[in-house]
């Protein structure tokens, strides 16, 4: 019987994602739409396009000695690393919304400052956060690193890595290591989320891996003896706590452990003694974890403020918005956060849940409630293409050209996500071995889908302890699946409707980026100090700020401001005068000037009027061009610097991405499947002959 309960468990857990492949494969569009989209059959034969590669990898794998198999494993971790750090090196993230907070707060502890934001005592759940990182900050300010945030991505790539050195672990326990654990690296090196996550300075890096490393320990745990044994159960206590603590709805994997612990006691999969020591240090762990980090942040001057935070209802309050699909949405949040004692934001949101419940009713709820599965799961990206929009450094050739690679990354990872979802319900359907590990996994992805999809704020980030679970579970099933074999006849059907396919979708794409109109580049910008508490800065006669643009070309510089005040505004590039404007600083807050290729802009505001005239400004601890802490924060303008095409002939317009590059990449696309349609390994020529 509790053998068919965890089985039951795989089933539910493939049910939700067979929903989703539905959703991610077909309406994508449909939630949480920011992106330039592709139709969903150039999606699907993309995707299909990639299981026949999968296939003839797999059948290459088999027929490769141990000892080359090795090799390529080596040859995957060597282009992982190579590309981990580059991305670390050339790609700095410049913080905006909540990670500017815990940023900045994170840089005042390192220097020794006891003062908190107002942001912290509305969202204490980020107290943590800050403290974890103005250790590493302190330590590498100690160590007279000025700039440390290169050294912080790479820290956070190896510590996203952990991540599939756990699912190796578990592969090879799962006896398919070869070809899963090659096709889990080659999934890893691929994953845009796993490079954009690992340039994201917060915490969701930090919880991205932590189900297979806990389902790895947890196997060494009961299969080890001794220190080993222990030193696996030290890891999954440590682990458990830290997640929670980082991350409060990471509960859902302390349940979904609790729960395999018990099965595996009923299925005698393990002493109960064991299990009950291994419970008691759990406890004390996450007891004592809990203590640490109350106490560190009243040590370092946090005192909680139970009139400013915001109840638990009020998230629940506005993810039952059918307007929003569920996500963030400010118009709900400030009123609560706006009201003055807690009693009376606990009322606020108790009223809102209960009209918004009466009004959707029960059909309404159950639309609701699909509507905001599809922003938790139908993106295979995981909000990774639209996560940073403010860099301190990036490369010139991705900020001029960004939403071209965006679009192609977008379209390979979400075909990648399908082909991955279909391995995954798979491997799901079709497990009976194993059943302890992968239905702990099913838990912990039916508890977060549920505690997100039913009861919380939505966002695709917010599933992405998820995403290794499917990637580990996705791989294991392409392994599984029987290997496709095909006869002549039947390898050229399939080559001629792929080659249809690949041209239908190449006319298409051509098509599409015709349509798309890009009328302009974000080059540069400094946009903190526009969310939760706006800042302004307030020009009395006169102010001088510098905008640095690393070379690339510009011709808009856009200010924030609603003041009447008459002002002028003069943009300078190497001395020289690009444009002088003078009117109501609203009216001439966005500034055009003649096309640039500077590395530099010096802005003047001459402020007329009697009384200052206010601007949109942040409070940054460190500089925006260098990324060096600075001893005091400063104020600095909010700006933005664009690019802006305006073709003197209108029929002219630049596309979404260039026909060639349309050409070049169904070209390659459509080579690789044709190669793996029509390889057949050495034995099966050999099986062949004898026959």
């Given at each position: 019987?509790?053998r068919k309960l965890l089985i039951g468990f795989n089933w539910l857990a493939a049910g939700v994602l067979s929903i989703v492949l539905l959703l991610a494969a077909l309406m994508p569009t449909d939630f949480f739409n920011k992106e330039d989209w592709a139709k969903p059959v150039i999606l699907i034969v993309t995707a299909l396009g990639f299981l026949l590669i999968l296939n003839a990898i797999k059948k290459a794998c088999q027929n490769i000695s141990a000892r080359t198999y090795r090799y390529w494993l080596y040859g995957i971790a060597g282009l992982i690393l190579i590309a981990q750090v580059w991305v670390a090196v050339h790609f700095i993230d410049a ?536 001893k005091k924060p400063r104020m600095t303008m909010q700006w933005n610097v664009n690019r802006v095409f305006k073709p003197k002939n209108p029929t002219q317009k630049i596309k979404l991405t260039p026909n060639k590059s349309i050409a070049a990449m169904t070209g390659l696309f459509l080579v690789l499947v044709l190669v793996s349609i029509w390889y057949r390994p050495a034995d099966e020529l050999n099986q062949r002959k004898r026959v």
């Amino acid at each position: 019987m509790t053998r068919k309960l965890l089985i039951g468990f795989n089933w539910l857990a493939a049910g939700v994602l067979s929903i989703v492949l539905l959703l991610a494969a077909l309406m994508p569009t449909d939630f949480f739409n920011k992106e330039d989209w592709a139709k969903p059959v150039i999606l699907i034969v993309t995707a299909l396009g990639f299981l026949l590669i999968l296939n003839a990898i797999k059948k290459a794998c088999q027929n490769i000695s141990a000892r080359t198999y090795r090799y390529w494993l080596y040859g995957i971790a060597g282009l992982i690393l190579i590309a981990q750090v580059w991305v670390a090196v050339h790609f700095i993230d410049a913080t905006r919304a909540d990670v500017y907070f815990v940023r900045n707060q994170a840089i005042a502890l390192a220097q020794g400052s006891h003062r908190w934001t107002y942001y912290f005592k509305v969202y204490p759940n980020n107290v943590n956060s800050a403290l974890l990182e103005s250790v590493f900050i302190k330590l590498l300010l100690g160590m007279g690193i000025k700039a440390p945030w290169m050294i912080l991505n790479l820290l956070r790539f190896a510590w996203i890595d952990t991540g599939l050195l756990s699912g190796l672990v578990l592969l090879k326990h799962w006896q398919h290591w070869r070809p899963s654990g090659l096709l889990l690296m080659l999934t890893w090196l691929l994953s845009i989320p796993v490079y954009s996550y690992g340039v994201f300075p917060y915490n969701d890096a930090l919880v991205m891996p932590l189900a297979l490393n806990v389902a790895a320990l947890g196997w060494l745990f009961v299969n080890k003896h001794g220190w080993q044994r222990w030193l696996a159960g030290v890891g999954t206590w440590l682990l458990l706590a830290m997640g929670y603590v980082m991350k409060s709805n990471l509960v859902v994997l302390i349940i979904a452990v609790l729960l395999t612990v018990g099965l595996m006691v009923v299925l005698d999969k393990t002493r109960w003694r064991l299990a009950v020591e291994w419970l008691v240090g759990s406890v004390v762990t996450l007891g004592l974890i809990t203590m640490l980090m109350t106490t560190a942040a009243k040590h370092n001057g946090y005192v909680k403020d139970p009139e400013l935070a915001t109840p638990v209802t009020s998230w629940i309050a506005m993810s039952l918005n059918p307007d929003t699909q569920g996500q963030y949405h400010g118009a709900d949040f400030y009123p609560i956060r706006n009201t003055k004692t807690q009693a009376a934001k606990k009322k606020m949101a108790a009223e809102s849940i209960k009209s918004r419940v009466e009004q959707m009713g029960p059909l309404g709820l159950v639309d609701h409630f699909y509507q905001k599965l599809g922003v938790f799961y139908s993106h295979g990206d995981f909000d990774a293409i639209n996560l940073i929009a403010q860099w301190l450094k990036a490369p010139s050739r991705y900020i001029l050209h960004q939403r071209h690679y965006k679009f192609w990354a977008l379209l390979l990872t979400q075909s990648w996500y399908l082909a991955l979802l279909i391995g995954s319900i798979w491997q799901l359907f079709t497990q009976r071995k194993h059943l302890i590990s992968t239905a702990m996994l099913s838990l912990v992805l039916l508890g977060l889908t549920a505690f997100h999809v039913l009861i919380w704020e939505v966002e695709p980030r917010y599933a992405l302890p998820l995403l290794p679970i499917i990637m580990l579970l996705g791989c294991e099933g392409w392994s599984t699946m029987p290997a496709l074999a095909l006869n002549f006849k039947r390898r050229l059907a399939v080559s001629w409707v792929l080659m249809l396919g690949a041209l239908v979708g190449m006319l298409n794409l051509m098509q599409m980026s015709k349509k798309v109109t890009v009328n302009q580049i974000s080059i540069a910008m400094q946009g903190n100090g526009a969310y939760f508490t706006p800042n302004t800065l307030g020009v009395k006669t006169r102010d001088h700020f510098v905008v640095q643009l690393h070379g690339e070309q510009s011709n808009q510089l856009v200010l924030h401001t609603k003041s009447k005040n008459r002002v002028t505004i003069v943009v300078k590039h190497q001395g020289s005068v690009l444009k002088r404007v003078t009117g109501q600083a609203e009216k001439v807050q966005q500034i055009n000037y003649p096309a640039v290729h500077a590395k530099q802009l010096n802005v003047t505001i001459i402020n007329h009027g009697k009384t200052p005239a206010l601007y949109g400004s942040g409070l940054l601890h460190f500089s925006n061009d260098t990324g060096a802490i600075t001893k005091k924060p400063r104020m600095t303008m909010q700006w933005n610097v664009n690019r802006v095409f305006k073709p003197k002939n209108p029929t002219q317009k630049i596309k979404l991405t260039p026909n060639k590059s349309i050409a070049a990449m169904t070209g390659l696309f459509l080579v690789l499947v044709l190669v793996s349609i029509w390889y057949r390994p050495a034995d099966e020529l050999n099986q062949r002959k004898r026959v």
